[in-house]
């Protein structure tokens, strides 16, 4: 495929992250075409780029890694792709469209490509793409968090749907909530010093973390599930229903809340 406006890197061939950070970057650029050019608006437009990204970047990982298997929100897995998956070395966890809501609420910026590799038993490299904004944020390049810039802890949460009990945290940490769509946009806000924790339970799937987390911990932030214990990836159930992102001094205040006060 050569019509991208982003080249393929020499280096993409060997490097992991360089490829990651690519193939989010080309599917991002493939979601603004569909997002200006199309004509579609709502459920049709969210469906048109789901696909459009999906094929694109179901496409460039069988030509530029044959030899790997893939997770992606929009494939619909087969009994014998989830054992060969569980079998694998090497999984690309992908959500080729993440905050679809927001992609279809022109002009939101809030909208994500997520491109992760898991290798035998851990995430190695991943990239988080904000096409909107003309950004691709990576493991090849960790993003090195400045101080926090604000008094009162920030904590990014869903716009559409933010769960109870981060209301409940927010006014014990006399914290203040800023709502925004993409669970990737939300973990990058941490590192970008918009929001100082992304604290989110009742549902998520192994796509919608795997490539903010890979990023996140890339840029030294702490990442768990809600009670503390560690995010795990390529598993044989792909729900992951919960997380937590933010500033590591933060953490032990968190968890501590939710092991009090539970997420119901
Ligand atoms: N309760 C829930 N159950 C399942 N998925 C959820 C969820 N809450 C959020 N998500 C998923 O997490 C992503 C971010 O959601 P939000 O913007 O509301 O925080 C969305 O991914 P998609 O846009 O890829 O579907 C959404 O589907
Ligand atoms: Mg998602």
Redesign the pocket.
Known sequence: MSDFTAPLPADAATDDHVLATWLATVAGERLLEVRSTSGLEGKELKDAG?QAAHELLMELVAEHRPDDAVLS?EALETAEDKTARLRASRVWII?P???????SEVPRE??AVHVALWQDGDLVAGAVAQPALGETFNTGTPLVVPPSTSERIRIA?????PPAFVEALAKELDAELVP???????VLSVARDISDAYV?A????E??SAAPVAVARAAGLFTSRVDGSELKYNQEDVYL?DLIVCRPELAERIVAFVKAHGTD
């Not at 925004?180 to 939300?186: D, E």
């Open positions: 789901d929100e959500d469209l993440d905050g679809t809501r927001e992609f809030d909208w949460v869903s716009r559409s749907r925004m769509g993409s669970a990737g946009v939300k989110h009742g549902g998520q799937y796509w919608d229903p």
